[in-house]
């Protein structure tokens, strides 16, 4: 739970989800359709990751795999 930039509907909270996917651009489409049919989503946001991003994106996954691993040993 987070506090929201500015509110939004009302609401001054709410939580924030990150969610990377691969997918053709039909399957985009149409999960952006229920998103927008969903009333608990106030707003999102789809972007496309360029290589970089998607490089940067597994080398901090890689760490925190890491860091969790060492923790549990």
């Known amino acids: 739970m987070r506090k929201l930039a500015y509110p939004i509907q009302k609401k001054s909270t709410g939580f924030y989800q990150l ?13 952006e359709t229920e998103l927008k ?7 999102f946001l789809t972007v496309k990751l360029d290589k970089h991003a998607i490089a940067y994106n597994e080398k901090k996954r890689s760490k925190k795999a890491e860091a969790a691993a060492e923790a549990q040993a």
């Open 37 to 43: 049919r969903d009333e608990r989503i106030l707003r």
């Open 19 to 31: 969610i990377e996917y691969k997918a053709e651009g039909n399957v985009i489409a149409d999960v």
